[in-house]
């Protein structure tokens, strides 16, 4: 069996529908806060949904975590509060769920000898090192409570890893792009943001001059990345490695390709420009992974271009009618 914590959201519930189209059995665990009910009816519709069982509940509750481990094998800890601007405007959350629910997984995880554990890191981890592409060893001081909390997460896998036996890997994903990602509050990433306003035929701000780039990477090439993670050989273990496409797209582009991709698909947006605003404190000016090391260490290479997966979180945007 198979823990995917965070199942009810963007990531995790691509994670479940992957192992379950494999056949595998699943558990998802998720408190709901930043996931969604219609994330489990995506899941609930998929091939193999009778293997998948759901357990509401809060990583920062050990009783919860060791109860969840019960029989699992492989765990893939996605659980997270996401966004640099809300850990810099509230952190004590994001330590709460980032650092101390992460200890707790990982401990219960080590307490019931799993044969692996993945867990999400980020690209945030590098900080203020303005080196490109960002490589695994050349990281820099964190910019942000989010970033702190991620790069906190990788320290104690690792001493978890020497001192228990635990089977950590650490994936550092870029700007993770797709399907079902939320579009909702404050805190949504740039893309789903941007498909909401533009389906509405609101102009999207760009905060800086638009020539900020990020590693922007289609969701199939993470959970690629989870899969081959878990099965892990015993050199990659305890160690982190950059998840992204290896390409480099500023906002403005990416503006670009999502303006004119929905106005393909019937949006009022055609020819709408954007509009500026200031930077945002800790957001850091480039990222682009070298994704060398996880080619060499668990033989990965990305399957969906930007291009294909742009698209698919498009198709899926406009069909869902959010
Ligand atoms: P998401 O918000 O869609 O998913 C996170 C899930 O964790 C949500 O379903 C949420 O309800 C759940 N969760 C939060 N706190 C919890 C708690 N205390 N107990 C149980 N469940 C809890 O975000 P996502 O984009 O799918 O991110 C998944 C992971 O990947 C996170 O660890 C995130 O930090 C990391 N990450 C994401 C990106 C990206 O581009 N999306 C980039 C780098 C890292």
Redo the contacts with the bound molecule.
């Keep these: 069996m198979w823990l995917v914590?965070?199942?009810?959201?963007?990531?995790?519930s691509h994670l479940v529908q992957a192992l379950l189209a494999r056949g595998e059995t699943v558990r998802g665990?998720?408190?709901?806060?930043?996931?969604r009910r219609s994330n489990l009816e995506a899941i609930a519709q998929s091939p193999g949904a009778e293997r998948f069982a759901f357990v509401e509940?809060?990583?920062?509750d050990w009783g919860v975590c060791a109860a969840a481990m019960a029989g699992v094998e492989r765990v893939l800890h996605?659980?997270?509060?996401?966004s640099v601007p809300r850990s810099i405007a509230d952190p004590r959350p994001t330590h709460e769920?980032?650092v101390d629910?992460f200890v707790n997984v990982a401990l219960a995880a080590a307490e019931a000898k799993v044969a692996g554990f993945v867990y999400?890191?980020?690209?945030?981890v590098y900080g203020d090192s303005d080196r490109l592409p960002k490589r695994e060893g050349e990281e820099g001081r964190p910019l942000s409570p989010y970033a702190a909390s991620?790069a906190a997460d990788e320290v104690l896998a690792q001493g978890y890893a020497s001192a228990f036996g635990l089977r950590a890997v650490g994936l550092r994903?870029?700007?993770?792009v797709g399907p079902r990602?939320?579009p909702r509050g404050a805190y949504a990433?740039v893309v789903p943001r941007w498909l909401a306003q533009l389906a509405a035929g609101e102009a999207p701000v760009i905060f800086g001059d638009g020539e900020t780039s990020r590693d922007f990477c289609p969701v199939a090439n993470v959970v690629q990345a989870n899969l081959l993670a878990a099965e892990a050989p015993d050199a990659a273990v305890g160690r982190a490695f950059n998840v992204g496409l290896g390409d480099r797209t500023t906002l403005l582009q990416l503006y670009t390709l999502l303006r004119d991709g929905m106005a393909a698909r019937g949006a009022p947006c055609a020819g709408l420009e954007p509009r500026f605003d200031a930077f945002r404190p800790g957001d850091v000016r480039h990222s682009l992974a070298d994704t060398s090391a996880l080619r060499e260490a668990l033989g990965w290479a990305p399957t969906v271009s930007l291009a294909q997966g742009l698209d698919l979180a498009m198709d899926a945007f406009v069909a869902s009618g959010a």
């Design positions: 914590t965070g199942a009810a959201g963007f990531i995790g665990l998720d408190d709901l806060s930043t996931g509940g809060d990583i920062r996605q659980a997270a509060l996401g769920v980032n629910g999400a890191s980020s690209s945030s991620k994903y870029f700007n993770v990602q939320d990433a």
